[in-house]
């Protein structure tokens, strides 16, 4: 991932020089597993501990030569160690350490996002419980449908990355595995009780079966849910951009002094960090693709997720977690106008009340048939006419014919909706926990 997007923690699990640490570290524990089992001297194990050390600069060269980076380390590494290093890497395969470092790499990159959801949501309950009463109208189709309010629109995001949080530690616990079977995964020169007992003192958990490599339904798995996760994003990103849109405006990503938000027009406010998150959420979900053409390989193993797994594991891992970070920072500061909220609610002439009208009239004895035709004669014409429903409705003989003018003015009645508005709001507050 470019530097724009990158946080440094999360990077820094993708560095050259935390690659090939990871590496040593397994290949220190398998010496170690090894010599418990009586195969290696512990005199051997001591000098390769104080010995075992690499250079990034100095393993990029040798590669040029030997094509292949795992031969690249170990003879790095070797020149180090002196003598000793023949008890380095025996019985092992490439993919034994590759694999079981990448994941090691995943599960550590997978904590840091899972710690980063956790933050995100415990902003949206904070803002949802500040604005939980907040009245804001509902749309579908872009179209106002029924009065709802902010706080509710924020808890549903709530539980959404609530979701997104078991749906991660899943994939994190999918991807925490490793492998030290060998060539085709039939341990032919090392035991699976070796095997457990290097996972076991990397963090992992021994893979049940594997062939050279770790499946790749597993990387998959961690690459859509990523994906899933970007597009919670994307999705909350895309609601607020449209809830600042000048028509709209009920909400507005904050603009700090000094900011500019445009080269020729000094008047604009953009929400651009929110259209930067629905851009990021368009490159993880391309590379959940990738992961899962990654899932059919050749046999026991061929090499072509490779190249694959070096760009989308960093760049998905670093983007989601900017994408969190930076989403819940813009959350924190978001400007929030319910007073343009209420002027919205009342721009659409008493309209939204039309179910409640509908369900009035099926309650005096008329079809739904007859009601709605009753209901939407009414409602066109003050779309039309610009007329408030309520107003039509008081003057059509044929409603008032099955429901009073009194009873009209409590349909309609700001308070009666707010008052079952709210009731409604704290149930669904209460289910959620907040």
Request: hydrophobic content about 40%.
């Amino acid at each position: 991932m470019i530097p724009r997007y990158s946080p440094e923690d999360i990077s820094a699990i993708w560095t050259e020089e935390a690659k090939f640490q990871r590496w040593l570290q397994l290949e220190i524990a398998a010496v170690e597993a090894r010599m418990e089992a009586g195969f290696v001297p512990e005199k051997a194990l001591l000098a390769i501990k104080e010995k075992a050390a690499f250079n990034v600069d100095e393993i990029l060269e040798i590669e040029k030569e030997t094509k292949h980076d795992v031969i690249a380390f170990l003879t790095n590494v070797a020149g180090y160690v002196g003598p000793d290093s023949r008890y380095i890497h025996e019985g092992l395969t490439s993919s034994d350490v590759v694999d079981t470092s990448l994941a090691m790499q995943m599960r550590d990159a997978g904590n840091i996002i899972l710690a980063d959801i956790e933050n995100l949501i415990d902003v949206l309950a904070k803002r949802a419980v500040e604005f939980k009463y907040t009245l804001e109208m509902g749309r579908t189709h872009g179209i106002h449908a029924e009065p709802t309010t902010f706080g509710l629109k924020l808890l549903l995001w709530h539980e959404e990355m609530r979701r997104n949080l078991d749906r991660m530690k899943k994939a994190v616990n999918t991807v925490s595995v490793g492998k030290i079977s060998g060539a085709v995964g039939t341990y032919q020169h090392l035991s699976p009780a070796i095997e457990t007992v290097v996972c076991r003192k990397l963090g992992l958990e021994p893979s049940s079966i594997s062939t050279q490599i770790l499946q790749r339904d597993r990387h998959a798995e961690f690459a859509t849910t990523l994906a899933i996760i970007a597009s919670s994003i994307e999705k909350f990103s895309v609601e607020l951009r449209h809830l600042q849109r000048t028509e709209v405006r009920e909400a507005e990503e904050f603009f700090s002094k000094g900011q500019k938000g445009s080269s020729a027009m000094p008047h604009k406010r953009n929400p651009i960090t929110f259209e930067r998150l629905t851009g990021l959420a368009r490159v993880v979900r391309s590379n959940s693709i990738a992961a899962m053409e990654n899932v059919a390989l050749w046999h026991e193993r061929d090499i072509s997720h490779s190249s694959v797994e070096r760009i989308i594991m960093p760049d998905s891992t670093i983007a989601v977690c900017y994408m969190l970070r930076t989403f819940s920072d813009s959350l924190e500061t978001l400007l929030v106008y319910p007073e343009r909220m209420e002027e919205n609610f009342n721009s659409s002439y008493g309209l939204t009340t039309s179910q409640t009208l509908l369900l009035a009239l099926t309650g005096k004895g008329l079809t739904r048939e007859d009601a709605y035709r009753l209901v939407q004669r009414n409602a066109m014409e003050s779309w039309s006419k610009k007329i408030h429903l309520r107003d039509l409705v008081l003057q059509d003989e044929e409603i008032l014919q099955h429901v009073t003018p009194e009873e009209i003015g409590e349909l309609f009645s700001f308070e009666n909706i707010l008052g079952k508005l709210r009731a409604s709001v704290d149930t669904i507050f209460e289910r959620n926990g907040l």
